[in-house]
């Protein structure tokens, strides 16, 4: 299968940070697998794919792999719409992966849906439900498979919980509450040229309203969101340090609770980890907690201080020998492969794929729900009031529940 991947920084191949992210690593591994077929890496600036190609190169000398890549454009062009140009060129089968910033989701994945190609997006699928229910109706009409790059969904933790929620063992939940946080580089530095375009509930709470919708089945009914402007705004940028969002969520057999998703983006660069995240959900017979940062692994170095690394997301291994990588991130991206080459070769339905695949279809209602955390921010934290239409929405609340086995006792 030809791979198409439309973004080339930190997430696709770790460029500003010492790893190689978690795209090419997870297209590597896969390659072992599925051989044959080219990839080709499309960014917007010619010096910066040159980055790109070395560190990418490097990971593929360390893995001791050889499959061909093409990177574009060369070093003198920038071209914001260059991918156009190659995606016109792929033969079938393809895939695409876009990590691209936010506001460009509907653009590229519209493009890429329009060419053929199966399509996984980086969370968000986009900023708003109006454009993520027109790639919906567009990924219809062209009946290729595509699917949002929601990696917890892998995580052991979150599938344990899922298992612990459906047992009833914690009875009828009340409430989530979930924090999450990452370093100040990540808005100051890594997205400097477009963090005008996101925010920080966008960019990190999408996954845990994804999470909660996955683990119980209930659709978020109506929302509010408040945020803090200091810190960014002392830099020059117009954007919230911090945002706090609360959603109340509705299910079958009148399930119902509320989650408080408390986030920001201001952790000290020094912090032992990229990201600090913990999810506790309290039900009537029991309380579950999960702190998504603290994996039991703790490094203290000379070179680089404190360290917390999380061995179950995306870690490479072999110093002395070929390098190798495993974790949920790499399982997240090889699902989505795996799927749209069977799909290819039509061992595989559409209709056949996974139903805990993380879908454009699925990914409706959590679209839905940080459009409405974001008109909350524009009114002062009103509560906005969050509609699931069937005709946008492929299955009603109370099949959700039946499809999941999530039938708490009301």
Same mark, same amino acid.
């Given at each position: 299968m030809n791979?198409v ?8 191949s770790g460029?500003g940070?010492?790893e190689?992210?978690i ?13 044959e077929?080219?990839v080709?890496?499309i960014?917007?600036h010619?010096?910066?794919m040159?980055?790109?190609?070395i ?9 001791g792999?050889?499959f061909?890549i093409?990177?574009?454009p060369s070093?003198h ?5 260059y991918?156009k ?6 033969s079938?089968p393809?895939?695409a992966i ?5 506001h460009l989701h509907?653009?590229?994945a519209?493009?890429a849906?329009?060419n053929?190609f199966?399509t996984?997006?980086?969370k968000?699928?986009?900023p ?8 919906c109706?567009?990924?219809k ?7 949002v790059?929601?990696?917890?969904r892998y995580?052991?933790? %979150?599938?344990?919980l899922?298992?612990?929620?459906r047992?009833?063992k914690?009875g ?9 946080s990452?370093?100040?580089h990540?808005p100051?530095?890594?997205f400097?040229?477009w963090?005008?375009?996101? %925010?920080v ?5 999408v996954?845990y ?5 996955y ?6 009914v109506?929302?509010?969101a408040?945020?803090?402007k200091k810190?960014?705004k002392?830099k020059?940028?117009n %954007?919230?340090?911090?945002i706090?969002?609360?959603l ?10 509320f989650?408080y998703?408390?986030?920001?983006w201001?952790?000290p660069n020094?912090s032992?980890?990229l990201?600090?995240?913990r999810?506790q959900?309290?039900?009537?017979s029991?309380?579950?907690?999960s702190d ?7 490094v203290i170095?000379?070179?680089?201080g404190?360290?917390?690394?999380n061995p ?7 110093v002395?020998?070929f390098?190798?990588?495993s974790?949920?991130?790499?399982r997240?991206?090889h699902?989505?492969?795996t ?6 070769k ?14 454009f ?8 729900a940080?459009d409405?955390i ?6 002062n934290?009103?509560?906005v009031t969050?509609?699931?239409?069937k005709?946008r929405?492929?299955h009603?609340?109370?099949f959700?529940?039946q499809?999941?086995?999530c039938?708490?006792p009301s």
């Amino acid at each position: 299968m030809n791979i198409v991947v439309i973004g080339s920084g930190m997430y696709v191949s770790g460029r500003g940070t010492d790893e190689y992210g978690i795209v090419m690593p997870a297209i590597c591994e896969w390659k072992k697998a599925y051989p044959e077929g080219c990839v080709d890496i499309i960014g917007t600036h010619g010096q910066r794919m040159d980055q790109t190609k070395i560190r990418i190169q490097q990971l593929q000398m360390a893995m001791g792999l050889k499959f061909p890549i093409r990177f574009h454009p060369s070093s003198h062009v920038t071209d914001p719409y260059y991918y156009k140009k190659i995606m016109t060129r792929i033969s079938v089968p393809k895939a695409a992966i876009i990590a691209v910033p936010d506001h460009l989701h509907f653009t590229v994945a519209y493009d890429a849906i329009s060419n053929g190609f199966h399509t996984l997006v980086a969370k968000p699928l986009t900023p708003t439900i109006k454009e993520a229910i027109s790639l919906c109706q567009l990924q219809k009409k062209k009946k290729v498979y595509c699917a949002v790059e929601f990696h917890k969904r892998y995580d052991e933790a %979150n599938i344990k919980l899922k298992d612990i929620l459906r047992s009833g063992k914690l009875g009828v939940p009340l409430y989530f509450v979930v924090e999450y946080s990452q370093r100040k580089h990540i808005p100051y530095e890594a997205f400097s040229s477009w963090v005008s375009k996101t %925010n920080v509930f966008q960019y990190l709470g999408v996954h845990y309203v994804d999470i909660i919708y996955y683990l119980t089945g209930s659709l978020p009914v109506r929302a509010m969101a408040i945020g803090q402007k200091k810190w960014l705004k002392g830099k020059g940028i117009n %954007n919230y340090d911090a945002i706090q969002g609360v959603l109340e969520w509705k299910g079958f057999q009148g399930l119902h609770f509320f989650s408080y998703i408390l986030t920001h983006w201001v952790d000290p660069n020094l912090s032992s980890a990229l990201s600090d995240q913990r999810i506790q959900v309290i039900g009537t017979s029991g309380k579950f907690s999960s702190d998504q940062k603290y994996r039991g692994v703790h490094v203290i170095s000379d070179e680089k201080g404190v360290e917390d690394p999380n061995p179950y997301f995306t870690l490479g291994y072999g110093v002395d020998g070929f390098r190798r990588y495993s974790g949920y991130g790499i399982r997240s991206i090889h699902s989505f492969l795996t799927d749209a080459y069977l799909i290819s070769k039509k061992r595989l339905n559409l209709e056949d794929v996974s139903k805990d695949a993380p879908t454009f279809q699925e990914a409706l209602v959590s679209t839905a729900a940080i459009d409405a955390i974001n008109r909350s921010l524009k009114s002062n934290g009103k509560w906005v009031t969050i509609k699931h239409e069937k005709k946008r929405f492929i299955h009603d609340v109370s099949f959700f529940n039946q499809r999941r086995g999530c039938e708490l006792p009301s």
